[in-house]
């Protein structure tokens, strides 16, 4: 919109070369990719292509719709900026489904192409996990997240923080020899308890109480269940994770863990 610059020669060409009437000036602020304008020269930014690569297309919208034209778009994929993003996106569906939250109720509306969906209520955070662990297909199927499934992998694959990431380890990582023997207690007590048919809310509860009889922290406890199966102190919820393992692998290997 500046002087001379492609509004004004588009203009030019609208008035002198079609005949067609200068579309209405409507002046916005620029896309910036991690706080820098985007310039093909610099090679910096993203097509529309890639961002679909990213992002879906409602999501897209969702972005540009909500944030005021005259303010600038500053998206960084890196980081925790797509599941947010997600996260208001969802926030934005209950407000239109809800009847709630007129404004926000309207961009989500003209986020829409035809028809108006609702979308998964399963937070992107969660199946960005989902798509990390085995046998977890027929979740995501029953939560109506295939569409996502994309774009969550892309995330962790390519913007996601270390600490999101996670992968099985196929053999015992040597960092179990580091395991307090309450943790190998805590572990070998799991073991034990593998043989029952769990559901994985129940089983995230006891793992609490189990831990609560032993004397052992919470978060010892869990970073015993998470260094022998991920190599790492952190992770998903230990309960949810455990259950979608094959049972004869985890138990092998947190009494491998223990005998260590």
């Known amino acids: 919109m500046s002087k001379g610059g492609s509004h004004d020669l ?58 005021k034209i005259s303010q600038q778009i500053n998206f ?32 989500f509306e003209l986020s829409q192409i ?3 969906r609702k979308p998964p209520s399963v937070r992107f955070s969660v199946l960005s996990q989902y798509v990390q662990m085995p ?6 199927k029953k939560e109506g997240l295939d ?9 962790v694959e390519r913007y996601a923080p270390e600490s999101e990431k996670f992968s099985l380890q ?28 769990w559901k994985p809310e129940d089983f995230q509860v006891n793992l ?11 978060k010892d406890a869990f970073s015993a269940i998470y260094i022998p199966l991920l190599n790492k102190s952190y992770g998903p919820k230990a309960g949810w994770i455990i259950l979608s393992l094959d049972k004869k692998f985890v138990r092998k290997r947190f009494l491998d863990a223990a005998n260590s």
């Open 208 to 218: 609490f109480e189990w831990a609560k009889e032993l004397g052992l922290p919470s």
């Open 76 to 107: 960084d994929p890196n980081g925790d900026t797509v599941p947010k993003l997600f996260d208001e996106y969802q926030k934005a569906s209950d407000a239109y489904f809800g009847k709630k939250d007129d404004d926000l109720a309207r961009i």
């Open 135 to 140: 046998n977890k297909e027929d979740e995501i």
């Open 10 to 67: 588009a203009s030019l060409i609208c008035q002198r070369v079609i005949n067609y009437p200068v579309p209405y000036p409507l002046p916005y602020a620029f896309f910036l990719i991690g706080g820098r304008k985007m310039s093909s020269s610099k090679g910096r930014g993203s097509s529309a292509s890639e961002m679909l690569e990213i992002l879906p297309p409602e999501l897209l919208r969702f972005l540009m719709v909500k944030t």
């Open 147 to 155: 569409e996502w499934v994309k774009y969550a992998k892309t995330w």
């Open 114 to 116: 035809d028809e108006i």
């Open 170 to 197: 196929q053999a015992l990582p040597e960092s179990v020899k580091n395991l307090s023997t309450l943790q190998k207690e805590y572990l070998r007590k799991i073991s034990l308890e593998l043989n029952k048919d």
